[in-house]
């Protein structure tokens, strides 16, 4: 069983920035795949960063060159930094864990962009 607990969502201009970031129950050393996904009101979860154990990093095209996804395994905590956001960027943001095959959320933080 795996806890994830995410913080860093709020409210931000178009253009602003935020560093959502995410702590493990475990080791990170342990876990796979890290990623982040995000969700709107009726719409599916769409992924968009995902970081393997030891690099390798995969990000959305609607975010490449904006966000940067990365890992401390030290500190069993994942991040996303966001800038230049914009409206569309609006969502509830969801950590995923892959660990022993088997896929644990957080609970998930929102992120709202004011035009």
């Known amino acids: 069983q795996v806890q994830l607990v995410e913080s860093g969502g709020g409210l931000v201009q178009t253009g602003g920035s935020l560093t959502l970031s995410c702590t493990a129950s475990?080791?990170?050393?342990?876990?796979?795949?890290m990623a982040w996904y995000r969700q709107v009101p009726g719409g599916e979860r769409e992924m968009v960063a995902s970081l393997r154990r030891w690099g390798s990093t995969q990000y959305a095209d609607s975010v490449k060159g904006r966000f940067t996804g990365s890992r401390d395994n030290a500190k069993n905590t994942l991040y996303l930094r966001m800038n230049s956001l914009k409206p569309e960027d609006s969502a509830v943001y969801y950590c995923?864990?892959?660990?022993?095959?088997?896929?644990?959320w957080g609970q998930g933080t929102q992120v709202t962009v004011s035009s």
């Open positions: 475990i080791s990170g050393f342990s876990i796979d795949v």
């Open positions: 995923k864990a892959n660990f022993q095959n088997e896929d644990y």
